[in-house]
């Protein structure tokens, strides 16, 4: 009951800021999660929360997505996914907690210095971050961060670019709890703290739409990343604490 306490206002926080920005929901939420539960219970429960704060995106999204650039992105997770798959049922709990954090770190860090790939109109270069994407979702539950930062220097257009986003991130996390599922990782008590985290999660999205109809900010970088990096390092401080 007492990690419950922490996970809500946590969980509201992570999907204010997803409302308000875009992005950051996954990030946000799996390291406060990580600081009760174990990455294999975390992992899956945040994947489908995700989801579902994520559809009532869907029908917007598929007026503009970019289909070419969304099957090479797919392509990439496909390959990606298995791996990501392979570091959750093998690593440590603690050491793949560190991971996470540092992960965070390093692609808000990123993000932060605009940091944007060479060449990134390339079929190659969309398959490889596709990849690396899917080996995040499902390994941590962060792939967000490197499909953020292809998409900032692909040659699309904004809305092209954020629906493109939406739908393969909607497409990976499906096939990422699929996979937790058919591990027995999904089971009777990830689906309990879905059911009990939604409600937090929906009304923390709502608000933060309603605050960035009322007052959009300058950069959603200014928003969003000083909130993945304060709950990162908490995070990597009880993973340290843990080894």
Known sequence: MNELLVALPLVFLAALVRGYTGFGYAAIAIVGMNIYFSPQQSIPVVLALDVLCSLSLLKA???????????LLGLGSLLGIPVGFSLLLLLPAAWLKLLICLSVLAFAWALHKDWRPAN??????AVGFGMASGMGTAGASVGGPMIVCYMLASPLKP???????????????LISIAALFGQGLFGQQELSLVARLLLPTLVGVMLGQYLFARRP???FKNVALPVMVAVAVIGLLAALRQL
Request: hydrophobic share 45%; no cysteine.
């Open 217 to 219: 900010p300058e950069s």
């Open 120 to 125: 990134a109109g390339s079929p190659k270069m």
């Open 159 to 173: 809305q092209n670019q954020r629906a493109t986003m939406i739908l393969f991130f909607i497409l990976t996390e």
């Open 61 to 71: 999204a598929l007026k503009d997505v970019d289909l070419a650039t969304l099957k």
